[in-house]
Protein backbone atom coordinates (compact mmCIF):
# COMPACT_ATOMS: atom_id res chain seq x y z
CA UNK A 1 0.00 0.00 0.00
CA UNK A 2 1.61 3.44 -1.10
CA UNK A 3 2.00 6.61 1.26
CA UNK A 4 -1.21 8.10 0.10
CA UNK A 5 -3.62 5.17 1.16
CA UNK A 6 -1.56 4.89 4.03
CA UNK A 7 -2.06 8.30 5.08
CA UNK A 8 -5.92 7.96 4.35
CA UNK A 9 -6.03 4.97 6.73
CA UNK A 10 -4.45 7.02 9.37
CA UNK A 11 -7.23 9.78 8.92
CA UNK A 12 -9.57 7.41 8.85
CA UNK A 13 -8.50 5.63 12.03
CA UNK A 14 -8.19 2.63 10.44
CA UNK A 15 -5.15 0.39 11.42
CA UNK A 16 -3.72 -0.29 7.89
CA UNK A 17 -3.10 -4.47 8.75
CA UNK A 18 -0.81 -6.12 6.45
CA UNK A 19 -2.92 -8.86 5.50
CA UNK A 20 -5.41 -5.99 4.28
CA UNK A 21 -2.47 -4.70 1.37
CA UNK A 22 -4.10 -4.54 -2.10
CA UNK A 23 -2.27 -4.69 -5.05
CA UNK A 24 -4.50 -2.16 -7.05
CA UNK A 25 -2.37 -1.30 -10.18
CA UNK A 26 -4.09 -3.67 -12.30
CA UNK A 27 -7.18 -1.66 -12.01
CA UNK A 28 -6.93 1.07 -14.07
CA UNK A 29 -9.40 0.97 -16.20
CA UNK A 30 -7.38 1.09 -19.79
CA UNK A 31 -10.34 -0.04 -22.33
CA UNK A 32 -10.52 2.82 -25.36
CA UNK A 33 -14.15 4.36 -25.79
CA UNK A 34 -16.10 2.14 -28.07
CA UNK A 35 -19.17 3.56 -30.62
CA UNK A 36 -22.45 2.19 -28.84
CA UNK A 37 -24.97 1.18 -31.73
CA UNK A 38 -27.83 -0.25 -29.73
CA UNK A 39 -29.85 2.89 -30.93
CA UNK A 40 -29.98 4.78 -27.14
CA UNK A 41 -28.52 8.58 -27.29
CA UNK A 42 -24.59 8.72 -27.19
CA UNK A 43 -23.03 10.99 -24.28
CA UNK A 44 -23.38 14.26 -25.52
CA UNK A 45 -27.20 13.67 -26.55
CA UNK A 46 -28.10 12.19 -22.78
CA UNK A 47 -25.99 15.54 -21.90
CA UNK A 48 -27.93 17.49 -23.66
CA UNK A 49 -31.29 15.90 -22.49
CA UNK A 50 -30.29 15.65 -18.84
CA UNK A 51 -29.56 19.76 -19.39
CA UNK A 52 -32.74 20.53 -20.34
CA UNK A 53 -34.98 18.19 -18.32
CA UNK A 54 -38.27 18.76 -17.21
CA UNK A 55 -39.08 15.40 -16.64
CA UNK A 56 -39.75 16.10 -13.02
CA UNK A 57 -40.48 18.80 -10.77
CA UNK A 58 -36.83 19.55 -9.79
CA UNK A 59 -35.52 21.20 -12.80
CA UNK A 60 -37.52 23.76 -11.39
CA UNK A 61 -35.09 25.03 -8.68
CA UNK A 62 -31.83 23.70 -9.92
CA UNK A 63 -28.96 25.59 -11.10
CA UNK A 64 -27.41 22.87 -12.38
CA UNK A 65 -27.68 20.11 -13.38
CA UNK A 66 -25.02 17.17 -12.51
CA UNK A 67 -24.88 14.66 -14.77
CA UNK A 68 -21.71 12.57 -14.18
CA UNK A 69 -17.58 13.01 -14.82
CA UNK A 70 -15.14 10.69 -14.94
CA UNK A 71 -14.22 8.17 -16.92
CA UNK A 72 -16.82 6.34 -19.41
CA UNK A 73 -14.87 3.32 -19.76
CA UNK A 74 -14.32 3.13 -16.53
CA UNK A 75 -14.47 -0.53 -14.68
CA UNK A 76 -16.04 1.06 -11.70
CA UNK A 77 -19.09 2.86 -11.29
CA UNK A 78 -19.52 5.16 -8.75
CA UNK A 79 -23.37 5.98 -7.63
CA UNK A 80 -25.00 8.20 -5.30
CA UNK A 81 -28.04 9.72 -4.02
CA UNK A 82 -28.50 12.91 -5.48
CA UNK A 83 -26.64 16.63 -5.86
CA UNK A 84 -26.46 18.55 -2.54
CA UNK A 85 -26.14 22.66 -2.50
CA UNK A 86 -22.27 22.18 -3.42
CA UNK A 87 -22.76 20.01 -6.34
CA UNK A 88 -26.17 21.66 -7.99
CA UNK A 89 -23.77 24.90 -7.53
CA UNK A 90 -20.91 23.42 -9.72
CA UNK A 91 -22.77 20.98 -11.45
CA UNK A 92 -20.60 18.10 -9.91
CA UNK A 93 -21.65 15.34 -8.18
CA UNK A 94 -19.16 14.43 -4.85
CA UNK A 95 -17.86 17.77 -4.49
CA UNK A 96 -16.98 19.50 -0.52
CA UNK A 97 -16.06 17.17 2.18
CA UNK A 98 -17.68 13.98 1.18
CA UNK A 99 -16.48 14.23 -2.14
CA UNK A 100 -13.17 14.64 -0.45
CA UNK A 101 -13.42 11.59 1.88
CA UNK A 102 -14.83 9.88 -1.33
CA UNK A 103 -11.75 10.70 -3.62
CA UNK A 104 -9.42 9.71 -0.64
CA UNK A 105 -11.52 6.22 0.01
CA UNK A 106 -10.36 5.61 -3.89
CA UNK A 107 -7.10 6.57 -3.24
CA UNK A 108 -6.68 3.68 -0.61
CA UNK A 109 -8.04 0.95 -3.26
CA UNK A 110 -5.86 2.61 -5.62
CA UNK A 111 -7.99 4.39 -7.96
CA UNK A 112 -8.14 7.98 -9.17
CA UNK A 113 -11.81 10.03 -8.95
CA UNK A 114 -10.44 10.62 -12.75
CA UNK A 115 -10.37 6.62 -12.91
CA UNK A 116 -14.03 5.75 -12.05
CA UNK A 117 -17.48 7.07 -13.41
CA UNK A 118 -19.46 8.72 -10.65
CA UNK A 119 -22.83 9.96 -11.09
CA UNK A 120 -25.84 10.30 -8.83
CA UNK A 121 -29.18 8.41 -8.70
CA UNK A 122 -31.01 12.03 -9.60
CA UNK A 123 -29.17 14.69 -11.56
CA UNK A 124 -31.43 17.51 -10.12
CA UNK A 125 -31.29 18.63 -6.55
CA UNK A 126 -33.95 17.91 -4.19
CA UNK A 127 -34.08 21.27 -2.03
CA UNK A 128 -33.36 20.97 1.77
CA UNK A 129 -31.41 18.02 0.75
CA UNK A 130 -35.00 15.80 1.53
CA UNK A 131 -34.81 12.50 -0.02
CA UNK A 132 -35.82 11.47 -3.28
CA UNK A 133 -39.29 10.87 -4.03
CA UNK A 134 -40.24 7.77 -5.59
CA UNK A 135 -41.48 9.73 -8.96
CA UNK A 136 -38.58 11.53 -9.04
CA UNK A 137 -36.34 8.65 -9.06
CA UNK A 138 -38.68 6.99 -11.54
CA UNK A 139 -38.47 9.98 -13.85
CA UNK A 140 -34.44 10.14 -13.64
CA UNK A 141 -33.53 6.64 -13.73
CA UNK A 142 -33.92 6.34 -17.71
CA UNK A 143 -30.78 8.50 -17.59
CA UNK A 144 -28.78 6.59 -14.78
CA UNK A 145 -29.46 3.10 -16.58
CA UNK A 146 -28.41 4.78 -20.30
CA UNK A 147 -25.08 5.81 -18.55
CA UNK A 148 -24.51 2.50 -17.17
CA UNK A 149 -25.31 1.22 -20.98
CA UNK A 150 -22.33 3.20 -21.91
CA UNK A 151 -19.74 2.96 -19.58
CA UNK A 152 -20.54 -1.20 -19.32
CA UNK A 153 -18.78 -1.07 -15.89
CA UNK A 154 -17.45 -4.12 -14.15
CA UNK A 155 -18.83 -3.27 -11.12
CA UNK A 156 -20.85 -0.71 -9.10
CA UNK A 157 -20.63 0.54 -5.67
CA UNK A 158 -23.43 2.23 -4.51
CA UNK A 159 -22.91 4.92 -1.81
CA UNK A 160 -25.05 5.28 0.60
CA UNK A 161 -28.60 4.28 2.25
CA UNK A 162 -30.89 6.09 -0.31
CA UNK A 163 -28.78 5.36 -3.41
CA UNK A 164 -28.48 1.64 -2.54
CA UNK A 165 -32.70 1.23 -1.38
CA UNK A 166 -33.23 2.96 -4.43
CA UNK A 167 -31.42 1.40 -7.06
CA UNK A 168 -32.13 -2.07 -5.28
CA UNK A 169 -35.83 -1.32 -4.81
CA UNK A 170 -36.02 -2.31 -1.32
CA UNK A 171 -36.04 -0.42 2.30
CA UNK A 172 -33.46 -2.98 3.59
CA UNK A 173 -31.05 -1.50 6.15
CA UNK A 174 -27.78 -0.49 4.52
CA UNK A 175 -26.24 -2.79 7.23
CA UNK A 176 -27.78 -5.81 5.55
CA UNK A 177 -27.18 -4.91 2.31
CA UNK A 178 -23.61 -4.36 2.75
CA UNK A 179 -21.29 -7.22 1.79
CA UNK A 180 -22.95 -8.79 -0.51
CA UNK A 181 -23.10 -8.47 -4.53
CA UNK A 182 -26.36 -7.33 -5.67
CA UNK A 183 -27.65 -7.22 -9.56
CA UNK A 184 -28.97 -3.67 -10.82
CA UNK A 185 -29.50 -3.83 -14.09
CA UNK A 186 -27.30 -6.75 -14.79
CA UNK A 187 -23.78 -5.42 -13.61
CA UNK A 188 -22.56 -6.29 -10.34
CA UNK A 189 -23.09 -3.78 -7.34
CA UNK A 190 -22.07 -3.66 -4.00
CA UNK A 191 -23.34 -0.85 -1.66
CA UNK A 192 -21.15 0.82 0.86
CA UNK A 193 -21.86 4.12 3.38
CA UNK A 194 -22.28 7.81 2.46
CA UNK A 195 -18.95 9.51 3.26
CA UNK A 196 -21.10 12.32 4.79
CA UNK A 197 -22.26 9.79 6.99
CA UNK A 198 -18.76 8.40 7.72
CA UNK A 199 -17.86 11.80 8.25
CA UNK A 200 -20.84 11.91 11.43
CA UNK A 201 -20.08 8.45 12.13
CA UNK A 202 -16.27 7.68 11.82
CA UNK A 203 -16.42 4.48 13.91
CA UNK A 204 -18.26 3.05 10.72
CA UNK A 205 -15.25 3.78 8.54
CA UNK A 206 -13.39 0.58 9.51
CA UNK A 207 -16.83 -0.81 8.02
CA UNK A 208 -16.58 1.54 4.56
CA UNK A 209 -12.69 0.01 4.36
CA UNK A 210 -14.44 -3.82 4.50
CA UNK A 211 -16.96 -2.79 1.78
CA UNK A 212 -13.72 -1.15 -0.44
CA UNK A 213 -11.78 -3.96 -0.14
CA UNK A 214 -14.38 -6.36 -1.51
CA UNK A 215 -14.66 -3.66 -4.03
CA UNK A 216 -10.99 -4.63 -5.02
CA UNK A 217 -11.53 -8.24 -5.26
CA UNK A 218 -14.33 -8.10 -7.20
CA UNK A 219 -12.83 -6.15 -9.45
CA UNK A 220 -9.89 -8.53 -9.25
CA UNK A 221 -11.80 -11.18 -10.07
CA UNK A 222 -11.14 -13.22 -7.13
CA UNK A 223 -14.43 -12.83 -4.85
S1 LIG B 1 -34.04 15.03 -11.39
FE1 LIG B 1 -33.78 13.92 -13.32
S2 LIG B 1 -35.89 13.70 -14.10
FE2 LIG B 1 -35.95 15.32 -12.54
S3 LIG B 1 -35.63 17.22 -13.72
FE3 LIG B 1 -33.61 16.54 -12.99
S4 LIG B 1 -32.76 15.36 -14.71
FE4 LIG B 1 -34.99 15.53 -15.04
Given at each position: MDRRALDYL??????PWAERRVAVEVLTPLVP???ITDGGPGWEELEAQVRVCTRCDLYRTRQNPVFGVGNRSAELMIIGEAPGAEEDRRGEPFVGRAGQLLNEM??????????VYIANVLKSRPLQNRDPRPDEVAACEPYLRRQ???VRPKLILAVGRIASQNLLKTDTRIGTLRGRVHDYAGTPLVVT??????LRTPLDKRKAWDDLRLVVRLLSGVA
Open positions: HAMGIQEEPLVAIGLAREALALYHPAYL
